[in-house]
């Protein structure tokens, strides 16, 4: 397989190239608004402008797609190499039902990346490994959410479904097969195995396979509930019905949100595309 015959590289500003197109301001302006932090911001921003030179010497080919102008049609690329961190990742798995994903750590210094394949160091021989076809593709499971019957995103991480305002208490009536439960709390999250180390990963342990949901700070405190936590497989279905009197949503990656109102009804399941992910084990 040529990896790189259609490749696409996705990379994402640095916080001083974002803060310069969306302010507007000098680099000296933004350094002195930036005050004790300047230090840090310009050292990552060195440090990722180096990354994204050196991919680009190394992978030629790759035709540059800005995080901003990215949409459907990178997912006719051969590869599509997400250059940032975590975050960046999910964003750009939002546009892909086909396309394989890389991801590669801008910074290893102030980004986590652990849903990332590659850092600078592995780089030459990543290039290697893409340009003799070798490297492995694994399905990662993605959430589909519908609202009202129509569908909603699909979730790379997590999905959560409550009120806007986590101050306010989050009310549904939670279904699965023919058991049934009301429940108060802050909020439903269901989460992916890529989504369990974040903040999934503050209710439960990570896991692998498959899906889980917990509901947030229930109450009453120690009551005993059923459906308060669980694991969604392939053949089962989380229908939530409404009983939000602020402002609920539906919220896919903490990117994309849907009104959530009274009465409003959401259906939840493993979805039949999961996001497709390049690994290279042993580098």
């Known amino acids: 397989m040529n990896w790189l015959r259609r490749a696409v590289l996705v990379p994402k500003e640095s916080k001083l190239e974002y803060d310069q197109r969306r ?3 000098s680099r000296q302006r933004l350094l ?9 911001i310009v050292d990552s921003h060195d440090r990722q402008l180096a990354v994204r030179q050196r991919l680009l010497e190394l992978f030629p080919e790759c ?4 995080r901003e102008m990215v949409d459907a049609g990178i997912d006719k690329a051969s ?3 997400a ?10 798995s939002h546009f892909l039902r086909k396309a394989p994903i890389l991801g590669v750590n801008a910074d290893r210094v102030r980004s986590h990346g652990g849903l990332l394949e590659l850092d600078e160091r592995q780089l030459e021989a990543a290039s290697d490994v ?5 490297g492995s593709v694994s399905a990662w499971p993605r959430l589909e959410v519908r609202v009202g019957g129509r569908f909603a995103g699909l979730a790379t991480s997590e999905l959560f479904i409550g009120e806007r305002q986590r101050k306010h208490m989050s009310r549904h009536v939670l279904r699965v097969g023919e058991l049934e439960e009301e429940h108060k709390s802050s909020g439903l999250l269901v989460s992916t195995p890529a989504g369990s ?7 439960g342990k990570p896991f692998t396979a498959d899906a889980r949901w917990v509901l947030t700070e229930p109450f009453p405190r120690g009551g005993r509930l059923r459906l308060g936590r669980g694991v969604l497989t392939k053949d089962r279905t989380l229908k939530v019905r409404s009983l939000n009197d602020a402002e609920g949503i539906v919220a896919v990656d903490s990117l994309e949100e849907t009104p959530f109102t009274f009465a ?8 039949k595309h999961p996001l497709h992910v390049v690994g290279m084990e042993g580098l």
Not at 83 to 92: A, K, R
């Open 79 to 81: 590869l599509v190499i």
């Open 63 to 66: 035709r540059v797609v800005p």
């Open 32 to 40: 002195s608004w930036y005050r004790d932090r300047a230090g840090v």
């Open 197 to 203: 180390t974040g903040w999934y990963g503050h209710y």
């Open 264 to 271: 409003a009804q959401a259906e939840v399941r493993l979805s």
């Open 130 to 134: 893409l340009r003799a076809g070798w």
């Open 83 to 92: 250059l940032g961190g975590d975050n960046h990742f999910i964003y750009v």
């Open 23 to 25: 302010l507007g301001w």
